[in-house]
């Protein structure tokens, strides 16, 4: 029986890249000698520290370009709350998304569900499992998808005829 899985991934290489990237530049520009900003990535979190709250929003918009550089999606980022850590100092953690949540996969099998497309949906983990007896059923449930889940990219992988 023909199915996909449909997944929320960021390619974590790329990621990591972008972030290399984003500190030699924080390193190089100008603006930023002799202050705090920095940005580092431990696991799935990046950390930017920063004096001020507009020195931490520059560091974001370098790290939303690098990102676009690299073809990796900014909606995977899900930005945290500005800290204040020691001295006049401020940091924001974010988290780099990977897996459906429990809520958006509910709301995909019931889009899915909803449709009236001869296919089902099945919630696998951080995954969703979507099988039917046709090619062009499963081509029209991603097409669904991404025209009605957008605020997260979601992927479509391990197709199976």
């Known amino acids: 029986m023909p199915s996909f899985d449909t997944v929320c991934e960021a390619d974590i290489v790329e990621v990591k890249n972008a972030v290399d990237n984003s500190a030699k530049e924080i390193a190089t520009r100008f603006d930023f000698k002799g202050t705090a900003?920095?940005?580092?990535?431990?696991?799935?979190?990046?950390?930017?520290?920063?004096?001020?709250?507009?020195?931490?929003?520059?560091?974001?918009?370098?790290?939303?370009?690098?990102?676009?550089?690299?073809?990796?999606?900014?909606?995977?980022?899900?930005?945290?709350?500005?800290?204040?850590?020691?001295?006049?100092?401020?940091?924001?953690?974010i988290k780099v998304r990977n897996g459906i949540e429990t809520e958006l996969s509910k709301k995909i099998q019931r889009l899915i569900k909803d449709s009236k497309l001869k296919v089902q949906a099945a919630i696998q983990g951080d995954a969703v499992r979507v099988t039917g007896a046709k090619r062009d059923d499963l081509q029209a449930a991603m097409a669904l998808l991404r025209k009605d889940v957008t605020d997260v990219p979601l992927s479509f992988n391990n197709f199976r005829d």
């Open 37 to 93: 900003a920095s940005i580092e990535i431990k696991d799935k979190d990046i950390t930017l520290i920063g004096d001020a709250d507009f020195q931490i929003a520059q560091i974001e918009d370098i790290l939303r370009s690098k990102l676009t550089k690299r073809s990796v999606d900014v909606r995977f980022l899900d930005m945290g709350d500005l800290q204040k850590i020691g001295g006049d100092k401020v940091k924001r953690v």
